[in-house]
C-alpha cells in the first residue's frame, strides 16, 4: 500500500496522476489512461493492515476483532501492549480506549518500536495518550491498575507474574500464541496461579464466499488457524495458608431416587 504523492503516477493497467485525485470525493469513480474505471474509497482497517510495513507478522484484523471483545477494550481503559510489532494491534487499541484512554506497549525490539511509531503516526494520527516503551516487560510494567492486558509474546507464562501486579482486580487478560504447544504451557501456567480464572481459548477461521448470480458457494482458499487467543480474569488472590473448610452434606441414609415420581 502506497500513500498519494504529488508528482506520482499511478499504474494500475493505466495511469493517472496522483494529483487529479487531490480533493476528489470519497466514493467516487476515476478514469485511467485506458479508460478503465476505478473507485476512490479510503481503506479500512481491514484492507490496511495486511499491506502494513513491517519487519514481523502483524495480528490479523480476523484476530483483532475477538481480541477486542473479548478483551473488553472500552472507551476510558488502560491497557497495556506486551510486544508491539509493526503496530497493527496498537492501532486498534487507540481506536477503542479513544483519548480519554491510555495505551503504553512494552516493546523489546527498537526497531520494531520504530516501525510501530512510524506506521501509527502514518495510520492513525497523532497519539498523546501513547506509550511506548523499549525494554523487557518480564522485568516488569512501571503501572498498577490497569483494565486490560494484551501479550503477543512467545513465553506469556512468565510474564504472569508481573501482570498479576499491573493489573486490577477483575481485568482482562489476553495472551495471543501460534502453536498448540505454547497454548498448552500458557493455559496450564495460569492455571496454576490462584490470581487468575476463568479461563477461555479459541481461535478463529474466516472463509469468504462467493457470490455471483447462481453460484453461491464458499471461495476455495480460506483464512483458517493464525493463533491461539487465551482469556483469563484477574482475581483477587486465595489465601492458600488458610483453606476453606470442606463442605459436607449429611448422609441421611435416604436416596432421592427411592422416591416416587410425582
Known amino acids: 500500500m502506497k500513500m498519494l504523492r504529488a508528482g506520482k503516477k499511478l499504474l494500475i493497467r493505466g495511469e493517472l496522476r496522483a494529483e487529479e485525485l487531490f480533493g476528489v470525493e ?37 484476530d483483532t476483532g475477538p481480541l477486542l471483545i473479548w478483551g473488553d477494550v472500552f472507551p476510558g481503559a488502560t491497557v497495556i501492549e506486551g510486544g508491539t510489532g509493526a503496530g497493527a494491534l496498537t492501532i486498534a487499541l487507540l481506536r477503542a480506549v479513544g483519548p480519554a484512554g491510555r495505551v503504553i506497549s512494552y516493546e523489546l ?27 523487557d516487560l518480564y522485568a516488569g510494567f512501571d503501572e498498577t491498575g490497569v483494565d486490560r492486558m494484551f501479550l503477543d509474546l512467545a513465553e506469556p507464562g512468565r510474564a504472569l507474574a508481573v501482570a498479576a501486579d ?29 490470581d487468575f480464572g476463568e479461563i477461555e481459548s479459541f481461535e478463529t477461521l474466516l472463509r469468504h464466499w462467493q457470490v455471483k448470480g447462481m453460484s453461491v458457494r464458499p471461495h476455495f482458499r480460506m483464512i483458517a488457524h493464525s493463533a491461539f487467543i487465551i482469556v483469563s480474569r484477574k482475581l483477587v488472590a486465595a489465601d492458600v495458608s ?21
Open 242 to 262: 488458610h483453606p476453606p473448610e470442606p463442605f459436607v452434606v449429611a448422609d441421611s441414609g435416604e436416596s432421592d431416587l427411592d422416591e416416587p415420581l410425582e
Open 166 to 194: 499491573a493489573l486490577r482486580p477483575g481485568a482482562v487478560l489476553v495472551c495471543y500464541v501460534p502453536t498448540a504447544v505454547q497454548l498448552k504451557d500458557t493455559v496450564e501456567a495460569i492455571q496454576a496461579r490462584s
Open 109 to 135: 525490539r527498537e526497531d520494531f518500536a520504530d516501525a510501530a511509531r512510524k506506521n501509527v503516526a502514518a495510520f492513525f494520527g497523532d497519539a498523546p495518550n501513547w506509550t511506548i516503551k523499549v525494554r
Open 26 to 62: 470519497e466514493g467516487s469513480r476515476v478514469k485511467f489512461s485506458t479508460g478503465e474505471m476505478f473507485l476512490v474509497l479510503r481503506p479500512t482497517y481491514a484492507d490496511l493492515i495486511p499491506h502494513l510495513p513491517r519487519a514481523s507478522q502483524v495480528i490479523y484484523p480476523k
